[in-house]
């Protein structure tokens, strides 16, 4: 599977960012789908997962309220869309799928200035 995510950015406090992540190769409905982010100098931390059959989310404690992620299967697309960003979100995020081992796509930078 080869993942490819896009829609990073600078964006202030308070506004919003929608990253989409496309998969490629062998993909299946029997795949979880989601992101994770790392800050410099801070473990990688989950922020969000879809499963791809049945649409079931989770979500990291730090981004449930604001954050939102959907999937489009036609597309096999994976969209995570962030609102109500702080400086504290600033973190380069990753795409991953996992299926019995994580897949991981390159990161794209977010960053939210104060």
């Known amino acids: 599977v080869q993942l490819q995510a896009c829609g990073g950015g600078l964006v202030q406090a308070g506004g919003s960012l929608r990253l989409s992540c496309a998969a490629s190769g062998r993909t299946s409905r029997s795949y979880i789908m989601g992101w994770f982010r790392q800050a410099p100098g801070k473990e990688r931390e989950f922020v969000s997962a879809?499963?791809?059959?049945?649409?079931?989310?989770a979500y990291g404690d730090s981004v449930k309220g604001r954050f939102t992620i959907s999937r489009d299967i036609a597309k096999d697309t994976v969209y995570l869309q962030m609102n109500s960003l702080q400086p504290e979100d600033t973190a380069v995020y990753y795409c991953t799928a996992y299926f019995y081992k994580y897949y991981w796509g390159q990161g794209t930078q977010v960053t939210v200035s104060s």
């Open positions: 879809v499963t791809w059959g049945g649409g079931s989310t």
